[in-house]
């Protein structure tokens, strides 16, 4: 082993080590950076060691390559979404959904939990926030289903799994990072954005799917309620309220993106500007709700970028220590081909998912593999929307999946860890097949923007 891939692997294995250790992901990936950039300096200059790196090269350029983060307009549209998911979560909206859909779904076997996924489809489409929407739905659905004599493993594992839908259907925050670190039109924010549609929505009916066969197959795991809530013209309108502008809103912000009339930035200041509009119109905004929604969206804008910076001195040192030769020898010099080498990748990603947030993989991990991927030949939009759902699943799968650590927070007393596993398991299972199916049928990632953008 030569020089290059210890200073590389010691590189990683620090920074998991601090990160494990509970030290913070952005001045980790910053601070180790540099004393690896010194520890380069050292061996090249006073022990005449056999590296390519340079400080003027990894150093001297950090200046450039910040401002260049800071300066880009496409990361203009984070804040923008962040703070429309917010300002939607203030508002209001999912509670009423909740309320209406659960009149009309109510009467039936695991009505409450197909409300939870309908519901959970508009937050993920509004919002785009694993976090937010996994607690709000688990704070709105799980006492009620509980109450509703639901299973507990059914009632914690719909609402946990429902709400990462999220990190995937757009307009998510992780596809516009995604976009902008591959660096390629062939996977530019709008065709992400496309691409993850089908496979989203195909997952929200496979949620569904086994619900309504798991409730059919098993009477008391989901029965109808007691007092079934009355089904009249007036539940059907207030439905059709309900959905009617969180639904404009998104398709306003999508469609704009998808057929040219807008770019992603001005696409998610349209989004802002609509659901400060929603929050007035329900009588949500205040002085005080403004105030909140922009303060959670500087802490969580603040909280990217600075990892958006850490990542940056962390990549460059890395590269400079010639990082990028020995990952692309590491992932070529395996005994497999092209589909061997995705499906390591892949499994890397996944186990990843265990210990770092979606943030940290986007920003590290996914510009060091991907170049040696589309060397390959491998679909670069395709191999984005796998990278993403592989990245959700590892948001579930314990023991440390982060929608867990979401979800128990809400979780009413009588909720152990042992229902959230059992709960989420099905889920687990579903999005494996889920990526299975996109894997073995790539049209379902690439139809549909290569029908749109005519490719």
């Known amino acids: 082993m030569g020089l290059e891939q210890i200073l590389v692997i010691a590189m990683f294995a620090t920074f998991m080590a601090f990160v494990l250790l509970g030290f913070p992901v952005a001045w980790s990936l910053a601070g180790i950076g540099l004393v690896f950039a010194i520890l380069g300096y050292v061996l090249v200059e006073h022990f005449d060691a056999d590296l390519w790196f340079t400080w003027e090269g990894t150093i001297g350029v950090l200046d450039a390559r910040i401002y260049g983060i800071v300066a880009n307009e496409l990361m203009v549209a984070l804040p923008l979404f962040i703070f429309m998911g917010i300002m939607l979560d203030r508002s209001g909206i999912a509670e009423r959904l909740m309320h209406s859909l ?14 939870v996924v309908l519901v959970g489809i508009l937050l993920a489409a509004s919002t785009g926030i694993v976090g937010a929407s996994v607690a709000l739905l688990g704070m709105l659905s799980i006492g ?24 995937v259907i757009p307009p998510s925050i992780m596809l516009v990072l995604m976009a902008d670190r591959l660096g390629t039109p062939a996977a530019s924010v709008g065709k992400l954005f496309m691409g993850a549609l089908i496979p989203g929505l195909m997952l929200a009916l496979m949620y569904i799917l086994y619900i309504v066969i798991m409730a059919w197959l098993k009477k008391d795991f989901a029965p109808a309620p007691a007092n079934r809530p009355r089904l009249d013209l007036h539940a059907l309108l207030d439905v059709f309220l309900a ?5 404009v809103l998104i398709l306003a912000v999508l469609g704009s993106i998808f057929f040219g009339i807008a770019t992603t930035t001005e696409a998610s200041a349209v989004g802002a500007f609509g659901a400060v509009l929603m929050a007035a119109c329900s009588r949500k905004l205040s002085m005080t709700v403004l105030k909140e929604a922009l303060y959670q969206t500087s802490r969580t804008s603040a909280f990217i970028f600075g990892i958006f910076i850490g990542a940056t001195v962390f990549a460059a040192v890395l590269r400079g220590l010639g990082g990028d030769d020995v990952i692309r020898d590491a992932l070529t010099g395996l005994p497999f081909g092209q589909t061997g080498i995705l499906l390591t990748v892949l499994f890397i990603t996944f186990l990843l998912g265990f210990f770092l947030d979606w943030v940290e993989i986007t920003l590290i991990v996914l510009p060091l593999v991907a170049p040696v991927l589309f060397s390959l030949g491998v679909d670069p939009l395709w191999f984005a929307i796998l990278f993403a759902l592989c990245l959700q699943t590892s948001f579930l799968t314990p023991p440390v999946g982060f929608s867990l650590f979401y979800i128990k927070g809400v979780c009413p007393p009588g909720i152990t860890t042992t229902d959230i596993y059992l709960g989420v398991l099905p889920y687990i299972l579903i999005q494996l097949f889920a990526i299975t199916l996109v894997f073995f049928c790539a049209p379902l990632a690439t139809w549909l923007p290569n029908e749109v953008y005519g490719l």
């Open 102 to 115: 659960v009149r009309v779904l109510g009467p039936l076997r695991g009505g409450y939990a197909i409300t």
């Open 144 to 167: 009620p289903m509980l109450q509703a004599k639901y299973n507990k493993s059914l009632a914690v594992g719909t609402a946990c799994s429902v709400g990462t839908l999220g990190i």
């Open 243 to 247: 959905v009617v502008p969180p639904f």
